[in-house]
C-alpha cells in the first residue's frame, strides 16, 4: 500500500513516516501543495494524510482540487485546526476523516488501517430502500428518481444505513465506521451530519427517513 504524507513539519511528518513503514506501508513525504501535486501526477497512491497549513497554500485547496480531479482515495487530514466547523468544512469537501493535532501515532495508524480498509472491501455496487438508491460505483443518490447532491461525508453515513435497514444504530457504531474511532461521539458533528441527510431526504420524499433514538443513536425506518 503507497501512502502520500503531505506535512511542512519535518520532525512530525519524519515521525509518521517511520511509524507507517514500519508497518509495511511505502511512504512517500513530502512539505508543500506544489510537492503534493507533482507526487500524485508520478504515482498512485492508496490514501493521502494531509495537513492544512502548508507553506504555499491550504490543504483544503488540494483536497479540493484532488476531487474536482476524480482521485477517489481516502485522505486523512492532520491538522491544529481542531474546530467541530474546521471539521465539517473538512469532511464536506471531500476528507475521509480528520485528526486534531497533537495526536497519538497508534491512533493514526489505526485510522489508516480503517480507511484502507474500508475502501479495499468487496461491496454491492448499488443500494437500495424506501426509494432512495445508492449507486456505490458513481457515488450517486436517489431518491423516488431524482438525483440529489450528498457530501462526501453525508454518502458514507447514508451508505452504513443502507447497509443494514432497520436496524438501530448506536452513535459510537457510526462515529467508528465514518471518523474511524469513537473519539467524536462526544462531539456535535454526528448531530449535525444526520440533521442534513435527513432534512435532504425528507424533503423529496415526504415523509420521515430516520429515527431518533434517545440516548441511543438512529434507525433507517
Not at 26 to 51: K, P, Q, S, Y
Not at 101 to 113: C, M, Q
Not at 140 to 168: D, N, S, Y
Request: glycine letters at 6%; one cysteine or more; aromatic letters at 6%.
Amino acid at each position: 500500500m503507497k501512502i502520500l504524507v503531505v506535512e511542512d513539519q519535518a520532525r512530525l511528518a519524519q515521525l509518521v513516516k517511520q511509524g507507517l513503514t514500519e508497518r509495511s506501508y511505502t511512504v512517500t513525504a513530502v512539505r508543500t501543495c506544489a510537492a503534493a501535486r507533482d507526487a500524485l501526477c508520478e504515482d498512485n497512491f492508496d490514501l493521502i494524510i494531509l495537513d492544512l497549513g502548508l507553506p504555499d497554500g491550504d490543504g483544503l485547496d488540494l483536497l479540493r482540487e484532488w476531487r474536482k480531479s476524480g482521485f477517489n482515495e481516502p485522505v486523512l487530514i492532520l491538522s491544529a485546526r481542531d474546530a467541530v466547523q474546521d471539521r465539517i468544512k473538512g469532511l464536506d469537501l471531500g476528507a475521509d476523516d480528520y485528526l486534531s493535532k497533537p495526536f497519538s501515532l497508534e491512533e493514526l495508524l489505526a485510522r489508516v488501517r480503517s480507511q484502507l480498509r474500508r475502501y479495499s472491501d468487496v461491496k454491492e455496487t448499488v443500494l437500495e430502500s424506501r426509494g432512495i438508491k445508492l449507486d456505490l460505483l458513481h457515488h450517486t443518490a436517489h431518491v423516488q428518481g431524482q438525483q440529489i447532491e450528498l457530501t462526501r461525508r453525508e454518502f458514507a453515513l447514508l451508505e452504513i444505513f443502507m447497509q443494514t435497514p432497520g436496524r438501530i444504530l448506536t452513535r459510537t457504531f457510526i462515529s467508528e465506521k465514518i471518523w474511524a474511532s469513537h473519539f467524536d461521539v462526544d462531539t456535535n458533528l454526528l448531530d449535525v451530519y444526520m440533521s442534513r441527510l435527513r432534512t435532504k431526504l425528507e424533503t423529496t420524499l415526504g415523509k420521515p427517513v430516520f429515527k431518533t433514538v434517545r440516548g441511543v443513536g438512529y434507525q433507517l425506518l
